[in-house]
């Protein structure tokens, strides 16, 4: 096959410049074609991946998971490169010979196994059989008690770092989740050449080469102050994790909206691009959207309102902030100290909620009325006064991120009746995450660092009840980022950079991204009530959430005790 012609250098200045914007989310990648002079996006498509979540079973032997387990396979991955980013340019109409860079943008962390080529070892039949040679994707929770022995090791050794992650690492990020497969498999343990992010893993697909983005590292992989944390350090936790980081993790960190490679001649051919195009270093789902929503400048929070729930942040000054899941220095933009803090499940709540508490006929109903259940339920909901229902949730269905940073907690619903209606819960649900955000906002005020602005990008942001009772629980204005695909256009945008448009991403945000200010505001009288019941969720929260002996901790015990035994 004749390779492509490789672009013309001053293809970056043609009025019809375009990037690609790839965003790959917890149950679907999304593709965008954005024009570099304007930010207008002129095409995109969805691929929603063929395996979802893989929690139950593993797919190359269909063996039980065991319990708090969440995996996903890669090439549900790559089928998003070769099918959403050809739809996109079909759907923009779009030369091909005008895209001048594509960048991508990952769930994280999303993490994987792989040999020094970077084959996952999923896909090897020498590993597909073992569990733990699986990709975990970020909610993977099963490594909650390897994050507890990282944590009071940190603390035990005063570890300077461990103050920049709000005083806990997570069960989600890259350490916890390696220790448990060196302790659980050590044979996999020995055959992982690469550790290595799903955002760079997909970077290395597109270019042939490895590279490494500076985003993860940082809010994932403890990279600070130039250094990953130390082999006595590491040691402690076991003796053969004490050089991790130097076998698994070492490759120079590239900055966000860096070029690490040119388009490889294959992923040219599944994507229908030019080969040679610029590829950007890889990023966060979250962090990439900044530029895209008008929240680049210190003191604008964005909300990434998806399956979970990403905040993130940028402030003049490093600041240590209680249960927040880090802060990184142009974590999110060069020239900012990016904080990130999160909810591990916002609309990952509302859909259990319409898979479990609906009954039939509002199925029907829905159906009737050409709606789906977020829609009939949100209308449902939407009349009633605040407080009617009578309920107070707490939004830990899938743990705790911010500020607990306790994945062995789980939801609570307080002040079930009889009379209590599907609708009822769904709002008391809804609720439940604008009062989990609100504590995460007073984190960071009370920490030193200032939100000035609340803006929501994602999913949610369509859903106008929920974005109204985030402005009268915050008692602030939300904006709203405009692209229906946020983080699809902050990629797109660091495409730009990457591929010479821009000269940085301050610069080409203020020229492609977008936000509606202030659209939602809040009414006093209802921020009034829902103070009341705030007050209500924040006493559930000390309850249930803090202190030496919790019930939940309890029942997450027995939980999965009695499940592991009906496996054997
Ligand atoms: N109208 C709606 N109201 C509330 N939640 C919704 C609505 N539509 C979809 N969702 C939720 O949005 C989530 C998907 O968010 P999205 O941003 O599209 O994906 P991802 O999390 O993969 O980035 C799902 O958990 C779904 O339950
Ligand atoms: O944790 C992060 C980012 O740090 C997210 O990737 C993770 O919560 C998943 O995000 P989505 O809800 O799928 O958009």
């Given at each position: ?16 410049a375009?990037?690609?914007g790839?965003?790959?989310?917890t ?19 969805v ?34 490169l ?9 759907d ?22 792989t ?11 020498e ?10 994707l970020?909610?993977?929770h ?98 053969d ?43 966060v ?31 003049a ?70 407080g ?30 009889l ?10 649900l ?19 660092v ?17 974005m ?10 939300v ?15 660091h ?36 103070d ?7 006493a ?20 999965n ?8």
């Amino acid at each position: 096959m004749t390779p492509h012609p490789l672009p013309d250098p001053a293809a970056r200045h043609h009025p019809e410049a375009c990037t690609i914007g790839v965003d790959f989310g917890t149950l679907s990648g999304r593709a965008v074609v954005v024009r570099v002079r304007d930010g207008a996006e002129l095409g995109s498509a969805v691929h929603e991946y063929r395996h979802a979540v893989i929690e139950d079973r593993l797919p190359s032997t269909g063996a039980p998971l065991p319990p708090d387990w969440a995996l996903q396979h890669p090439e549900d991955w790559r089928d998003v490169l070769r099918t959403a980013v050809p739809a996109a340019l079909a759907d923009a109409g779009t030369d091909p010979v005008r895209v001048i860079g594509i960048a991508t943008d990952f769930t994280a962390c999303t993490v994987l196994p792989t040999t020094p080529d970077g084959t996952p070892l999923a896909l090897t039949p020498e590993w597909a059989d073992r569990p733990h040679a699986w990709p975990k994707l970020w909610k993977h929770h099963a490594a909650q008690e390897q994050a507890d022995r990282i944590n009071a090791l940190a603390h035990a050794r005063g570890e300077k770092w461990i103050a920049r992650y709000g005083g806990k690492i997570s069960s989600e990020w890259q350490y916890a989740k390696a220790l448990q497969v060196l302790e659980e498999d050590p044979a996999v343990y020995a055959a992982c050449a690469r550790w290595i992010e799903a955002a760079d893993w997909i970077v290395w697909q597109l270019t042939g080469a490895e590279s490494r983005n500076t985003c993860t590292a940082g809010y994932k992989g403890i990279h600070q102050d130039g250094a990953y944390p130390s082999p006595a350090f590491l040691a402690g936790l076991h003796p053969d994790f004490a050089d991790f980081p130097a076998t698994r993790l070492e490759h120079p960190l590239s900055p966000l909206g860096s070029r690490v490679g040119g388009l490889s001649a294959g992923a040219a051919r599944w994507t229908g691009l030019p080969e040679g195009i610029a590829v950007a270093a890889g990023n966060v789902d979250a962090h990439v959207a900044a530029p895209a929503a008008g929240a680049v400048e210190n003191g604008r929070m964005l909300a990434i309102m998806g399956t979970s729930t990403c905040h993130v942040l940028n402030g003049a000054a490093l600041a240590e902030v209680p249960g927040i899941c880090g802060v990184v220095d142009g974590g999110i933009v060069e020239g900012s100290y990016g904080y990130e803090a999160g909810q591990s499940a916002v609309g990952d709540i509302f859909a259990w909620w319409l898979r479990q508490g609906v009954p039939e006929h509002y199925r029907a109903e829905a159906e009737a009325a050409g709606e789906d259940l977020h829609e009939l339920l949100t209308r449902k909901a939407a009349g009633q006064p605040v407080g009617a229902h009578g309920l107070v949730a707490l939004d830990w269905m899938n743990g705790n991120r911010s500020p607990l940073v306790d994945h062995h907690l789980s939801g609570v619903v307080a002040g079930l009746t009889l009379d209590t209606r599907p609708e009822d819960v769904y709002r008391a649900l809804l609720e439940s995450t604008a009062y989990g955000t609100r504590t995460i906002v007073e984190t960071f005020e009370e920490g030193g660092v200032p939100v000035e602005e609340f803006i929501v990008t994602g999913g949610l942001k369509k859903n106008a009840l929920l974005m109204q009772i985030y402005a009268d629980v915050l008692r602030r204005p939300v904006s709203l980022g405009t692209s229906e695909q946020g983080p699809a256009l902050g990629s797109a945008i660091h495409a730009a950079v990457a591929a010479g448009a821009h000269p940085d991403v301050r610069t080409a945000a203020a020229v492609m991204g977008s936000v509606r200010r202030h659209a939602y505001l809040p009414d006093p009288a209802r921020a009034d009530a829902y103070d009341e019941l705030f007050g209500e969720y924040r006493a559930l929260h000390e309850h249930f959430g803090t202190g030496p002996d919790l019930l939940l901790h309890r029942l997450r015990r027995i939980r999965n005790t009695a499940r592991l035994a009906a496996d054997a």
